[in-house]
C-alpha cells in the first residue's frame, strides 16, 4: 500500500478546482510508481496499480490523500524472469520525485505554486500483505460512510458531536461539526442522482430495440 497526501498549501487550489488538480495528482502518483516499478533496482518491471482517492481526515478535516495497491511482484520480460521484493520502494524517493513532477505539473498547467510549500512531502509505503488479504486492507476503506451513526454522539442546535480514533493516541476524541458540512460528507457518496442512475441498454443490431438480457453463456470453444 503506497499513500501519497496533498500537502496543506495546496487544498484550498483542490477545493476551488477539484477536477484539474485531482487529476494532475493521479497523473503525477501513477507515473511515479510506474518508473519506480521499472527501475532494475526495484522490479524492472511494468507494475499495475489500483488507486483510489479519499478528501478526508478521521476528524472529517479536509485532506485529500490517495490509496495505492501495487503488486510486490512482476515479470521482467527481458529476462523473462518472476522477480519480487518485499520492501518495494523507499517512502523518502517517492516523496521527492512526486513533489518535483507535481509542482511541475501544477506550472505547465497554469497554475501558480503556492507560497510555503514544504520541501519535505508525505509518501507512506508498506506491505499490507498477499493476494485478497491485501485488497480487504484497501476495502476497509471503500465500503462504509465516512462516519457511522454509532459515532455519533448528540445532535443539538445545529451542532453534531461525533466520536474517532485518533490515529496517533489510538484513542477515541470528540469533534463537533455544523449538520449541514456533516450531512453532505455522509451522503455525497449516497446521492439519489447516483442510485437512480440505470444500466445502458443492450440494443438489437438490425432494429436498434431494447433486448431483455436474460443471462450469458460462455463459448465453450
Known amino acids: 500500500m503506497v499513500t501519497f497526501t496533498l500537502p496543506f498549501q495546496f487544498r484550498q487550489l483542490a477545493r476551488r478546482l477539484p477536477k484539474q488538480i485531482y487529476s494532475l495528482f493521479f497523473l503525477c502518483v501513477s507515473g511515479v510508481l510506474k518508473d519506480f516499478g521499472l527501475n532494475p533496482k526495484h522490479l524492472g518491471a511494468e507494475i499495475g496499480m489500483t488507486m483510489v482517492l479519499h478528501t478526508n481526515s478521521r476528524s472529517l478535516n479536509y485532506h485529500p490523500y490517495i490509496h495505492v495497491i501495487v503488486p510486490g511482484s512482476d515479470i521482467n520480460r527481458s529476462r523473462k524472469q518472476w522477480k519480487k521484493k518485499k520492501d518495494l520502494f523507499k517512502k523518502q524517493n517517492l516523496a521527492k520525485v512526486f513533489r518535483a513532477r507535481f509542482l511541475t505539473a501544477l506550472k505547465a498547467n497554469g497554475f501558480s505554486i503556492p507560497k510555503n510549500v514544504p520541501l519535505k512531502w508525505i509518501v507512506d509505503c508498506e506491505c499490507v500483505g498477499k493476494g485478497i488479504p491485501a485488497i480487504k486492507?484497501?476495502?476497509?476503506?471503500?465500503?462504509?460512510?465516512?462516519?457511522?451513526?454509532?459515532?455519533?454522539?448528540?445532535?443539538?442546535?445545529?451542532?453534531?458531536?461525533?466520536?474517532?480514533?485518533?490515529?496517533?493516541?489510538?484513542?477515541?476524541?470528540?469533534?463537533?461539526?455544523?449538520?449541514?458540512?456533516?450531512?453532505?460528507?455522509?451522503?455525497?457518496?449516497?446521492?439519489?442522482?447516483?442510485?437512480?442512475?440505470?444500466?445502458?441498454?443492450?440494443?438489437?443490431?438490425?432494429?436498434?430495440?431494447?433486448?431483455?438480457?436474460?443471462?450469458?453463456?460462455?463459448?465453450?470453444?
Open 137 to 221: 486492507y484497501l476495502s476497509r476503506y471503500l465500503y462504509r460512510g465516512v462516519i457511522s451513526e454509532k459515532n455519533i454522539i448528540a445532535d443539538r442546535n445545529g451542532q453534531v458531536t461525533f466520536q474517532y480514533v485518533e490515529s496517533k493516541t489510538k484513542k477515541n476524541t470528540f469533534q463537533n461539526r455544523k449538520r449541514r458540512r456533516l450531512y453532505l460528507a455522509h451522503f455525497a457518496a449516497r446521492s439519489p442522482q447516483r442510485l437512480s442512475q440505470k444500466r445502458p441498454a443492450f440494443k438489437c443490431p438490425c432494429c436498434k430495440s431494447p433486448i431483455t438480457v436474460i443471462g450469458f453463456r460462455l463459448n465453450p470453444g
